[in-house]
């Protein structure tokens, strides 16, 4: 055989062996590679014919069509627009077009490629169009990624975005995107939900695979999940997605995996992430000096670790750890107000006596619960002494450094929400909580459970479920009214012990039907100790709602209040639009992807359907002149 032609930069490495050495033999069939061996690696260099490259390594190599390269390692950016076979693809590289034969290796992506038929590919990512004609072993489908597949997946990772079509899927099929045409075999376990996918599973991710995983994705990895990361693949993670990681994820990272992560990317988050990840630092782990690299311009941390951010800055503040969450309950990132804005919450300014200086001046003094609900007591109770109780949640989405100028105190915005502004300038919204989780849990059916919404939205599964005429599933969402009506001074004391034996059954604990003075339906929760709350109807995501009604023509302005309800100027006309309490629910076939949506119906109200946990979500909602 001639030797063969390269072109381009050939870089001879000297520690690379002279001997030829015999590269194994060929998958068979018609992609088979008649191999010369080459006594020189390639870098930014050109095949001309076939070559070998046992034992040896590559740098963005380019592939002619006609062309093709057996065996060794591909490095950097590979273009592929002929053949490569028994190859392993180099971490953090990328492979673009062409097509695979033989046994490979995948450290890094696969892009737009075809792997032949008998030819196997093991891990990695994959990117663009994939035609696969062989088998792919543990692969990961990227977002926005297609799998044209006539041959195996095994152990797929199907990301969100990601879609496979046709062919075979088996082992543990890790399905967040979509799939359709394929066969499914008894023994394949599918797991649709991020905390349901087995740790080991992420040992596979590698930097590049953490900088196409989308942020939903990382939102949902549990600190179990995310300790099998290896800690290299760390450095991947970027502005649009690290932010993402939970606070108790944030709280279990230890040095090395801290120093692994980019800094410029972490300096180009949004404001209210880095606040996040800084204010859920181990300070065990890193010192406000370590900390001050990671900071964006404009931003300071003083040797105590206090924080100051930029005016107009969105913020976070760090996350309260509860412990012993009761079976049924799911409970939002609760904001920890005895923690300060400060490295790991640490600092020496921490916010609730900072809200209750401005009670000082409005009258009101507030606690923190256990479960992370502010309690406002107010002075003036109706009827004269005494005083009002309220009940809240921190927003913790919606926390602001504001300017010097910025009005302090006790504030309400356009929803109907009470707004904190505090002397130093952080803009604290509140939002309407149960005044007791654990005793709303208490007060329904037996293995009921409840899921309380990061917006205040209070999803409750009823037991036994309650089920329409079609069989679909119907659910209770509402959002609570802050006052908290005190306990009948006749059946129960101060101290919260009631004779229900003296009751009516309509007063005892549990969810009351009622109705209030717009005739607009409503709920009453009894609590054990007699006092009680209302709960209004609401949707689930109400801002998905919002962004939905504004595609609508004619819509000029929509904003959801505190009650439930939205309220709407539709072609100047100002409009009310009240969700009904009951919620259709239907299983959404596996590997089948649900847009949220808003239509009309023929009676005049409005569908609105979104997914949530492998679900879709149906409620109707009233159209009335505000």
Known sequence: NAAPQFSGNILVNPTTPTTPISPPSSSGGSDNVISVVATVPLNNGVVDGSMSNYNQTTTNLTIPENSSVSGGVLAGDTMNNGLAANVTIAPNSTVTG?????FNTNLGTLQDVTVSQYSQVQGGNYAGTIYNNGTLINPILSPNSSAINNGVLENPVILPDANVTGGKLTGTIIALGTYDTVEIPPSAKIITRVADIPPPIFQQFNAQTLTQLPASVISQITPEQFAQIPVTALSGLTAENMGAISPQVTQTLDKEQIQELNTEEFKAMPTEEVAKLLTNFDVEQITPQEAEKLLPKGWAIDSQGNLTAPPNSKIALKSLNISDLPSGLTLPEMTDLNSSFALGGKGNNPILPQINKLGDAAGFIASQQAMGVVHASVAGAVGGGGRNKFAFMIDPKHLFILTEDALRGLQMNEQGQYILVTDDGKEIPITPMTQDPEGLLSILSENATIDIRPTGEVLIKHIPIKRTRDGEEVHSIGMFDPFVEPAPEDICT???????????????????????????????IIYPDGSSQKLYPVVLSSDLLVEEAKKITGVEKIIFRMDGTFAVTYQGTQLLLI??????VQPIPAGQKVEPSLTLQPDGRLLYQVPHLDQLFSTSLKIAES
Do not use: H, Y
């Open 579 to 584: 969700p009904e309490f009951d919620t259709q």
């Open 494 to 524: 101060p101290e919260g012990i009631c004779n229900w034996d003296q009751a009516d059954a309509s007063m005892q604990p549990g969810m009351r039907s009622s109705r209030n003075v717009r005739a607009k339906a409503a709920a009453k």
């Open 98 to 102: 062409g097509k695979l034969s033989g």
